[in-house]
């Protein structure tokens, strides 16, 4: 996919929130690869960032580490002003960031509802709105949800609220930024096995069922997901905008 010239990225500037760790570390990946400039935000965990540095040096791909939590204005900022001083065009943005706590609905706090929200919801609309005057002519806005988004998932009410809002605004925003000739799109990966599955209650017999209930009979790949990611921000896709793109290996049509 990344030699054919409607496919490849070469020359763009791409920023992937969530960028250095899971599906979004492999859209990155996939992104320079593809010849893009990567700018890959992330908060906390310095490792995976150094990591994720290190591999592109080993490629020799054009990758950035951002460290910005966007849940606050002061990272909202330090995004703003990266792409102020490159002083060149975005041709899109990935939002893979996401966090949560997975409990039952009975369970959640006041708290548990800001810190999910103000992540995975709030600071992606505040996020683009900052940065539609940065945006190329045929740009792309690609948001990452979950199956969660719209169906019942154990111990999951929270976290799939906050995508199916997101679900939500990213299909307004298709409707409102087309003038702008601006792209959003929805991609919805089954599970995936990242470390984002350490925090979930019985996480290997929830596996194990998914495994049994998906028609290929596997998990996909964070490699199989950022190939989709690759095509909707891609000029193979540039008739598409308010689609939500599922890659699971057929397990939503079994339920």
């Avoid at 760790?21 to 908060?43: K, L």
């Amino acid at each position: 996919m990344s030699s054919d010239p409607h496919f490849g990225l070469s020359g763009r500037t791409i920023l992937v929130t969530g960028g250095t760790r899971g599906i979004g570390r492999a859209i990155t990946i996939r992104f320079a690869e593809a010849g893009a400039h990567v700018i890959a935000v992330f908060v906390r965990n310095e490792e995976a960032a150094a990591s994720l540095t290190e591999l592109a040096g080993e490629r020799d791909l054009r990758v950035e580490t951002l460290r910005a939590d966007l849940s606050r204005p002061r990272g909202l900022e330090a995004v703003e002003q990266r792409l102020a001083e490159m002083d060149r065009g975005l041709s899109a943005l990935v939002h893979s960031a996401a966090t949560g706590v997975h409990k039952k609905v009975h369970e959640i706090t006041t708290r548990d509802i800001q810190w999910t929200f103000s992540l995975n919801f709030e600071a992606f609309i505040l996020l683009v709105n900052r940065l539609l005057p940065c945006f190329e002519d045929g740009a792309s806005i690609l948001a990452l949800t979950s199956p969660g988004g719209s169906r019942a998932v154990p111990s999951y009410g929270l976290v799939g609220a906050s995508k199916a809002a997101l679900e939500a605004v990213s299909r307004q925003m298709a409707a409102e930024f087309a003038s702008r000739r601006i792209r959003v799109n929805l991609l919805c990966p089954g599970a995936v096995l990242t470390d984002a599955w350490d925090a979930m209650p019985e996480r290997e017999e929830r596996l194990a069922d998914i495994r049994s209930r998906t028609p290929l009979g596997r998990l996909v790949s964070a490699e199989e997901v950022a190939a989709a990611a690759q095509f909707l921000c891609s000029d193979a896709a540039s008739g598409i905008t308010g689609h939500r793109l599922v890659v699971d290996g057929g397990a939503e049509i079994l339920e």
